[in-house]
């Protein structure tokens, strides 16, 4: 394996995260209407969940992260090929987001902040979840059923990510 | 309408909750196991998704809900008898449930503190979203999908929330 590449990290927003998936935040939603005698604000269908393909259904958990250290080796991706994964975090800090099109390119890095959440599309090559500063947890909605929904592939090249 | 009743608000649990749907929190989950190489704890299936009967599909909203004051009026509950909807606070503040098995029974009244979420099960009786101290926003997953779903119901008492 050659000398590490350095992956450059850029602001998580919906246009640049579109060909991944979804950015689950209110700000810029498409849709927002006020609900419940005007006292709450409803920012409507802000990730496609795709769980129930071939006997799937979707399920809600808490992961519950520990911090990386950066600088941080990326090595390997994985996808879930039968269903979208949505993180969205239940605390305030930013955490890290590595994804690719295809394994054989180079990677996008995206850090999330201010609670923004992030649901991959089915397939999607993304790096396990990568907290920063503090053990924290994230909202999971994803796929159970039956068949193989992990994939996962080594890089052939050490990509670097650090802020 | 007669003077109002005092609801006993209690803390939320599991088991005080069960009637109405689940808790989605860490603490106690029944199922907890480690993933992604060691870094990361999935407390898994924390709550039941009904979202797809009769054509419907799971939605993930924001609700950004404007804090009550107390001691709070309640006067109407809502059910939702085609699906669930799942409700978990974005942030740190406290907020109030309050929910009846019969709409023509004493109403139910819930603290939910420490992050706690919660899923109402399809068709149960509940209050609209009440946040307490601060602006305050909600993951939300619920239905969307043809047919009505959304009954309300004027109650014959004007029950009193405090804490």
Do not use: K
């Given at each position: ?13 919906r ?7 979804d950015v689950i935040e209110a700000?810029g939603a498409a849709t927002a ?10 920012f409507h269908d802000l990730a496609t969940i ?36 949505a993180?969205v ?28 959440g992030?649901n ?44």
């Amino acid at each position: 394996m050659s000398a590490p590449v350095t992956l450059v990290v850029t602001p998580l927003t919906r246009d640049a995260f579109a060909p991944f998936g979804d950015v689950i935040e209110a700000a810029g939603a498409a849709t927002a209407y006020a609900i419940n005698a005007g006292t709450t604000t409803r920012f409507h269908d802000l990730a496609t969940i795709d769980a129930a393909r071939d006997g799937g259904r979707p399920v809600v958990s808490i992961f519950r992260a520990q911090p990386r250290e950066l600088p941080l080796h990326v090595r390997m991706l994985e996808r879930h090929p039968l269903g979208s994964q949505a993180f969205v975090p239940l605390g305030p800090q930013p955490y890290l987001i590595v994804v690719a099109e295809d394994p054989s390119l180079p990677p996008r890095a995206f850090l999330a902040r201010d609670g923004q959440g992030i649901n991959y599309r089915a397939g999607t090559w993304h790096h396990p979840l990568l907290a920063l500063h503090a053990v924290s947890d994230f909202l999971v909605i994803d796929r159970a059923g039956p068949g193989n929904n992990c994939d996962e592939v080594e890089l052939d090249t050490d990509y670097l990510v650090t802020l």
